[in-house]
């Protein structure tokens, strides 16, 4: 069993930037590959960015390339999502999820998942 707890989200006008955290804790070794995910209202969950557990492989959507920074800190076991330049379409509850395979933007192919975190980019 992993335990994933997302925090960081929030309230931010167009432009700005948060930093979203996920903290694993339980059988963290037997996974591998982690990754974010977003959904909103109305919509399927869509892939953001992923990443191995070494670091060696990321991953990212189109839609966040050049914005978004995905890193982890196996010490901690967290890894984290730095979001700059953030616009409304990226108004959403940001997921993280883990996998004991390679990195997928599928997201029914991750096993554990968080309770998700609100994100709104206010115009």
């Not at 953001?48 to 050049?66: E, H, L, P, Q």
């Not at 990226?90 to 975190?117: E, H, K, L, M, N």
Request: one cysteine or more; hydrophobic letters at 30%.
């Amino acid at each position: 069993q992993v335990q994933l707890v997302e925090s960081g989200g929030g309230l931010v006008q167009a432009g700005g930037s948060l930093r979203l955290s996920c903290a694993a804790s339980g059988r963290t070794s037997s996974y591998y590959a982690m990754g974010w995910f977003r959904q909103a209202p109305g919509k399927e969950r869509e892939f953001v960015a992923g990443i191995t557990r070494d670091g060696g492989s990321i991953y990212y959507a189109d839609s966040v390339k050049g914005r978004f920074t995905i890193s982890r800190d196996n010490a901690k076991n967290t890894m984290y999502l730095q979001m700059n330049s953030l616009k409304p379409e990226d108004t959403a509850v940001y997921y993280c999820g883990t996998r004991a395979g390679p990195i997928t933007t599928i997201s029914r192919y991750y096993d554990y998942w968080g309770q998700g975190t609100q994100v709104t980019v206010s115009s």
